[in-house]
Structure formats: structure tokens, C-alpha cells
Nanobody
Framework: QVQLVESGGGLVQPGGSLRVSCAAS????????MGWYRQAPGKQREYVAA???????NYADSVKGRFTISRDNDKNTVYLQMNGLTPEDTAVYYC??????????????WGQGTQVTVSS
């Protein structure tokens, strides 16, 4: 029904920056909140940031002031700009979308994840 495809992950040195993107496609009428989560090896998936369709944002304390979430509603795409990266940010980053389908039902969808590795 709906596919979320992340891109932009990779290897970056500590203190560096990276931007990941997530594009949604499929039977979409509209998208409410979009967000990012991450999962480090051996840890549970954790919330990173979210943005509403109106542009209101929210961040986990661990990334506040370093990460910026944004979205392009016309492209059904959400971005996560990550600055001041540390090795503790190393994880698979997943995007999430709260979608109102063409059928008018609502459902949440997840992307397949993109690896972000912070290492010297």
C-alpha cells in the first residue's frame, strides 16, 4: 500500500554531519506525522524526532540542538539533518509515517532503515 524508502546513510567521522531522507509513495491521501527512530546494536529501537504536517517538531533530548527534522509535503518526504555526530549516534535509522490512505483508513508504515556509522 505504502512504501517508505530511506537514503543518505553512511560513514562519517565524529563531529561530522549527515542528512538522511525518507520518501513515501503508494496509496497516500495525506500524511500526518512523520518521524525518525533509530536502533543501535544490542539496543531497543528509540525515538529520535517527529514532525507534523503543519511543521511542528519534537526531538529526543539526546539529539536536541544537533539534529533537525524537516519535510516536503509535496514530495511526501521527511529529512533528518544530523550535525555534531558522535559514535553514540551509530545506529540503523528508520522513518515512520502516519498515513491516511486513499481509502480514508489510517495506518502507520516503516521504512527498511539506513545505516549511520560514526567512527574515525
Amino acid at each position: 500500500q505504502v512504501q517508505l524508502v530511506e537514503s543518505g546513510g553512511g560513514l562519517v567521522q565524529p563531529g561530522g554531519s549527515l542528512r538522511v531522507s525518507c520518501a513515501a509513495s503508494g496509496s497516500i491521501f495525506s500524511i500526518d506525522a512523520m518521524g525518525w527512530y533509530r536502533q543501535a546494536p544490542g539496543k531497543q529501537r528509540e525515538y529520535v524526532a517527529a514532525i507534523t504536517s503543519g511543521g511542528s517538531t519534537n526531538y529526543a533530548d539526546s539529539v536536541k540542538g544537533r539534529f533537525t527534522i524537516s519535510r516536503d509535503n509535496d514530495k511526501n518526504t521527511v529529512y533528518l539533518q544530523m550535525n555534531g555526530l558522535t559514535p553514540e549516534d551509530t545506529a540503523v535509522y528508520y522513518c515512520n509515517a502516519d498515513v491516511r490512505l486513499i481509502s480514508r483508513s489510517r495506518a502507520q508504515f516503516w521504512g527498511q532503515g539506513t545505516q549511520v556509522t560514526v567512527s574515525s
